[in-house]
């Protein structure tokens, strides 16, 4: 397999697996190599080869079964012909973005297309080397999540005005008449501002980062601001805490640069004292969390504690009540977008939100319960 540098590597070994299946390399009831094997196969860590298999395992083609081995359950999905579509998102996390991937790529067989995946790692020039490099493929239509950024992509952008079939996810263009599909991040919002409100959080800590700014983070701080202005707390700028300068994919690994992230959360609820935080993303989670932590802070007995997105990955200890968009629906009907308007069938809205709903774990704080 010769490996590229548009894909993880678990995602380019999940992929030759799969192929090797449907080839009848690994037989149906049949075992996969090892994980010590795939480290040797394809020269990479064990956590990578893993992630490969547990890709395997989420989308129901293999079992895992601790001390017998893992065990090919059946082929994948054949095509029903050579049309491809483009899916491209900047990254993933076990909190959005994994569920909605095997989904996309699970409809898009349905409707006979194969799934071309490209990851743009939130860089804008790989982002549109993605796009072209589909476009030039070619595929029939791409389905992409855009970067964290509030000013668009040029090449998206040219392939959106051309009429190019092409679905938005998540995040809205605006001035640019899209496809979209995902969350109405706004309405969400104000639904967990009335929550929080309604339990007695008058003073709120909104955790941001300090240059990366989207539709989705401005709809979610303008939900809040709707609820809260209609109380008799209007939220003041000091509600906003833009102070992360890293994100989930090109720092994380950069202790030095995470660390001094949250110091600086740290010195804002010390300085602030907001009752409840409210983190716009799960790797603002981690963050605002971390802090709460190094402050000898307990949840919700201290400060309470709300995000967008979980945080499946980590141990009871740090889970929070969040928000959790419908991934498997926004994938769904992404798809089946897409596929109309390749078809060339009339798109009566373009505009698709897709309810979620509150996840309620106990870590927002009832300020008006006066029982002991």
Do not use: W
């Not at 540098?5 to 996969?32: A, H, M, R, W």
């Not at 992230?261 to 981690?286: F, H, K, N």
């Not at 709460?292 to 307990?298: F, G, P």
């Amino acid at each position: 397999m010769a490996l590229n540098s548009f894909q993880p590597l678990y995602v380019q070994i999940y992929e030759d697996l799969k192929n090797q299946i449907t080839n009848g390399v690994y037989p149906v009831g049949g075992l996969l190599p090892t994980e010590r094997e795939l480290e040797k196969i394809y020269n990479v860590s064990r956590i990578t080869a893993q992630s490969a298999v547990n890709q395997l395992a989420q989308a129901h083609i293999v079992q895992r079964q601790p001390g017998k081995g893992t065990t090919v359950l059946k082929k994948p999905l054949q095509q029903l012909n050579t049309r491809a579509l483009g899916i491209i998102v900047p990254g993933t996390l076990e909190s959005y973005g994994d569920t909605l991937l095997h989904v996309l790529s699970d409809e898009a067989a349905k409707y006979g297309f194969a799934s071309l995946l490209r990851y743009s790692n939130e860089d804008q020039q790989l982002e549109a080397a993605c796009i072209q490099q589909l476009i030039d493929a070619p595929v029939a239509g791409i389905l992409i999540a855009p970067l964290q950024r509030e000013f668009y992509n040029p090449v998206l952008m040219k392939y959106v005005l051309q009429g190019f079939p092409i679905v938005i996810l998540d995040k809205q263009m605006q001035g640019l008449d899209t496809m979209l599909v995902g969350t109405d991040h706004f309405e969400s919002a104000r639904q967990c501002a009335r929550m929080i409100l309604d339990r007695g959080h008058a003073k709120i800590g909104i955790i941001d980062y300090a240059e990366i700014s989207n539709s989705t983070f401005v709809a979610r701080k303008d939900g809040f601001a709707s609820v809260y202005s209609h109380s008799h707390y209007t939220l003041k700028s000091s509600a906003i805490c833009a102070v992360v300068q890293t994100n989930y994919i090109s720092d994380r690994m950069d202790t030095g640069s995470v660390n001094a992230d949250v110091e600086r959360i740290c010195d804002y609820i010390t300085t602030q004292r907001p009752t409840c935080i409210i983190a716009l993303d799960s790797y603002l989670a981690y963050l605002a969390h971390e802090a709460a932590y190094r402050l000898h802070l307990s949840i919700p007995e201290d400060i309470s504690f709300f995000g967008f997105d979980a945080n499946p990955g980590s141990d009871l200890h740090s889970q929070y009540s969040y928000y959790q968009q419908d991934e498997a629906e926004i994938g769904r009907t992404a798809v089946r977008m897409l596929s109309a308007a390749i078809d060339d069938h009339d798109i009566q809205e373009k505009m698709c939100y897709v309810d979620g709903k509150i996840r309620d774990l106990g870590t927002v704080k009832d300020l008006n319960d006066t029982t002991v």
